[in-house]
C-alpha cells in the first residue's frame, strides 16, 4: 500500500462542475467512482477544509488536496530502459523521448513505458504520483519533458502547467502549403465515436495552439508551434482542424502524399517516416523550488532531420516551376 498525497487548482473552465468529475479530470489516472469513494471517505479537503459531497459544485480557483492509499496493484514494475537525460538535480530532470517510447503504462502497454524506466534509475520516485511525470508525450512525438522527483516539485510543476507558466515549443512538418502563421483557439473533447481519438468540440475544454511559418515545400510546411494549453493530441487534432494535419499522422489523415514528379529518394524518405512529424523542441520553466528560469533545447532526432533534408533537395530540385 502506497501512501500519496495529490494536489492540483480547480480551473476556470471547471466552474459549476460537480466535484467528482472535476477531480476525475485534474486526476486522470484515477477512475471517477475512485476519486468518488475517495471524497466520501473525507480524504478531500477544499482550501482546507474537507469536501464529501461528490456532485457538491465547484467555484474555480480552490486548491484541492486528497491524500489516499493506493493498492498495490496499481504501482508498476522498474524495468532497466534507457533514458536521456538532459538536466538533473535533486528536484527535477528533463528527458529527451525518442520515438516508440510510451510514456505512461495503459492499456495494451504495461511495461517498457518511461515511468517503468523512471521507477528503475530513481527507486524513490516511486513515492511521486505517476512517478513524477508532469505531462506526457504522444507514443511516437520526440522531444522534451520534464519529469519532478519530489512531491514538493511535483506540486509546483502541475499547478504551473495548469497556469499556463511552462512554455513547450514543437517543431512539426504539416501537410499542405501554408502561407502565414496564426492560432487555433477551438475546445476539444474525447471524439464521440472513436475512444481513441481527441476532437474539436464546442462542449470541450479550451485549447489553444499557436504557430509559425519556419519554411515552406512542395506540399509541405514546416512549422514553429507553441502551446497554450495541454490537451491530449492537441497540435495534432488543431493542424488537421485547419486542413493541415502533420506528415505522418495516420490517425488524424496525414498520411505522406509524395508530391508530382517526386525524386526516389523523397519517395523512400516519405515511405519510411513511420509517425507524425512533431518533437517537442523547447522547454522553460521556472525550477520548482529555487524559481530560476530555466530553458532547455532538444535538437531535431535523425528521421526528422532526414525528412527535412529530402524535402529540401525535392523543393531545390522544382523550385523553378513554383509560384509562391
Request: glycine share 6%; with cysteine; proline share 6%.
Amino acid at each position: 500500500m502506497a501512501h500519496i498525497t495529490l494536489s492540483a487548482e480547480i480551473q476556470a473552465h471547471q466552474i459549476g462542475q460537480r466535484l467528482d468529475q472535476t477531480l476525475a479530470e485534474l486526476f486522470p489516472d484515477y477512475s471517477r467512482s475512485r476519486i468518488k469513494t475517495w471524497i466520501e471517505a473525507d480524504l478531500v479537503q477544499l482550501n482546507g477544509k474537507i469536501a464529501n459531497v461528490p456532485r457538491e459544485k465547484v467555484y474555480g480557483g480552490e486548491q484541492v488536496v486528497m491524500t489516499v492509499d493506493i493498492e498495490d496493484d496499481t504501482r508498476f514494475e522498474p524495468e532497466n530502459l534507457p533514458l536521456t537525460i538532459i538536466y538533473e538535480d535533486e528536484h527535477i530532470l528533463v528527458i529527451n523521448k525518442p520515438k516508440d517510447f510510451v510514456v505512461h503504462p495503459g492499456a495494451g502497454n504495461s511495461s517498457g513505458t518511461v515511468l517503468n524506466a523512471l521507477l528503475y534509475h530513481y527507486p524513490a520516485i516511486a513515492e511521486v504520483p505517476r512517478a513524477g511525470i508532469v505531462h506526457r508525450l504522444d507514443k511516437d512525438t520526440t522531444g522534451l519533458m520534464v519529469v519532478a522527483k519530489t512531491i514538493p516539485a511535483q506540486t509546483k510543476l502541475v499547478r504551473d502547467l495548469q497556469k499556463r507558466k511552462i512554455t513547450r515549443e514543437y517543431e512539426a512538418i504539416a501537410c499542405g502549403i501554408m502561407t502565414k502563421g496564426g492560432k487555433v483557439d477551438q475546445p476539444m473533447a474525447r471524439h464521440p465515436t472513436k475512444r481513441t481519438h481527441m476532437a474539436v468540440h464546442p462542449m470541450g475544454k479550451p485549447a489553444v495552439t499557436h504557430y509559425r511559418i519556419m519554411e515552406r515545400f512542395r506540399d509541405y510546411t514546416r512549422l514553429r508551434l507553441r502551446l497554450e494549453t495541454g490537451r491530449t493530441h492537441q497540435i495534432r487534432v488543431h493542424m488537421a482542424h485547419i486542413a493541415h494535419p502533420l506528415l505522418g499522422d495516420q490517425t488524424y489523415g496525414g498520411r505522406p502524399r509524395p508530391p508530382k514528379n517526386a525524386s526516389e529518394e523523397l519517395m523512400s524518405t516519405l515511405r519510411h517516416f513511420q509517425r507524425q512529424a512533431l518533437h517537442a523542441i523547447m522547454l522553460r520553466l521556472e525550477h520548482p523550488i529555487s524559481g530560476e528560469l530555466m530553458e532547455w533545447h532538444a535538437p531535431l532526432p535523425d528521421d526528422f532531420v532526414d525528412l527535412v533534408n529530402a524535402l529540401k533537395a525535392d523543393y531545390q530540385l522544382h523550385k523553378d516551376e513554383l509560384d509562391y
